[in-house]
């Protein structure tokens, strides 16, 4: 695996064109931003078994570690809002309750894997040794197999979550969250790039495009020219390998 270039992703490759702006209903971003959630943690769980299965230096596992800390809390975050716009539909749905009670279910599940994984990880970070390195693997592989599984669960009901009862419920800029744009929020813009690139990685072109098309042409700048580089650097450790010393 290369590292990542990050003009086809926010740049003027093919992936992505800066000047592109599409336009898109708030359900049909909702969606794409769903999509791409899924696309991303399936990817990066299964970089991580992978990578998982072999001796790796000190500063490839504390990126790693770190990564992990990103990754699990924005899974976690993803199916919170599912459910709370379950709950919302249900209100004018009650008949879907059944379809609900399902998604939480296998979202509690979900949760208590990634825990799990998160437990396991730091005690990588401090620890540093073969067992611990094995254990988070096997950690990572179980939730890798859970949440694929809810995915496909989640995906079967996603036009009920999309339908045009929820056509209010779209995507808040006054929140964070996986995707969410960064105007109006208080974030971090080096926070927002990382988001950004970490969505649109390996996506579908066209589900880039509008997933990048959200920001400014000032922002997109930026991540290009100025939070690109240090993106590149950090998944290129963690998924290819660097740094001195032994690997444990």
Not at 48 to 60: G, W
Not at 129 to 155: C, G, K, N
Not at 157 to 177: I, K, N, S
Not at 211 to 227: D, K, P
Request: hydrophobic share 40%; with cysteine; proline share 6%.
């Amino acid at each position: 695996m290369s590292a990542l270039d990050p003009r086809p992703l926010v740049g003027d490759g093919p992936a992505v064109t800066l000047t592109e702006r599409p336009t898109a209903r708030p359900t049909d971003l909702r969606a794409t931003l769903d999509e791409a959630v899924h696309h991303a943690v399936r990817r990066d769980l299964q970089r991580l078994v992978q990578v998982l299965s072999d001796p790796v230096t000190t500063v490839r596992r504390a990126a790693i570690v770190g990564h992990i800390e990103f990754l699990v809390p924005r899974l976690l975050a993803h199916h919170a809002g599912e459910d709370r716009r379950w709950n919302r539909l249900c209100d004018r749905r009650p008949d879907l309750a059944g379809h609900a009670a399902a998604a939480r279910s296998g979202h509690r599940a979900v949760r208590r894997a990634g825990q799990d994984v998160l437990s396991a990880a730091r005690t990588w970070a401090a620890d540093g040794d073969r067992d611990a390195r094995t254990t988070l693997r096997r950690r990572v592989s179980d939730l890798a197999a859970l949440a694929a599984e809810q995915f496909e669960h989640d995906e079967r009901d996603r036009a009920l979550l999309h339908e045009p009862t929820l056509a209010l419920d779209r995507p808040r800029r006054t929140t964070t969250g996986p995707g969410r744009s960064p105007r109006r929020t208080g974030r971090r813009p080096a926070s927002v790039a990382h988001e950004t690139f970490w969505l649109v990685d390996e996506l579908d072109p066209a589900l880039a495009a509008r997933i990048v098309g959200r920001h400014s042409r000032t922002a997109r700048w930026a991540m290009r020219n100025l939070f690109s580089g240090g993106y590149n650097r950090s998944t290129h450790l963690m998924w290819v390998g660097g740094g001195d010393g032994p690997a444990i």
